[in-house]
């Protein structure tokens, strides 16, 4: 950093700029990742029966009945959160 009268110049170096440019690609592909994850857990209750059962023990006998169980109450939400971050991922994080 120089100071220069009242301004304050940052120069940086090649490296610094590549390694901030590969951090906002991660943020970026991570993002995209997390909001498929979330759109195909939404998507769950479409292809897959409701896991719910009436009797003493109705709760879920295995995590893949309780992930079907999470992703029919909770669609909605995952799906929207789902679809913001594929969205912010492209839009927001441009390079």
């Not at 220069?4 to 951090?23: A, P, S």
Request: proline content about 5%; some cysteine.
């Amino acid at each position: 950093m120089v100071i220069v009268g009242d301004c304050v110049h940052k120069y940086y170096d090649k490296n610094e700029l590549e390694v901030r440019f590969m951090i906002r690609k991660m943020a970026l592909h991570s993002f995209l990742v997390l909001g498929a994850i979330f759109i195909i857990t939404a998507a769950i209750p479409l292809f897959f029966n409701d896991p719910y059962h009436d009797g003493p023990h109705s709760g879920p006998s295995n995590m893949w009945e309780l992930v079907q169980m999470f992703a029919h109450d909770s669609w909605a939400s995952l799906l929207i959160m789902g679809l913001l971050l594929s969205i912010a991922s492209r839009f927001v994080f441009r390079p």
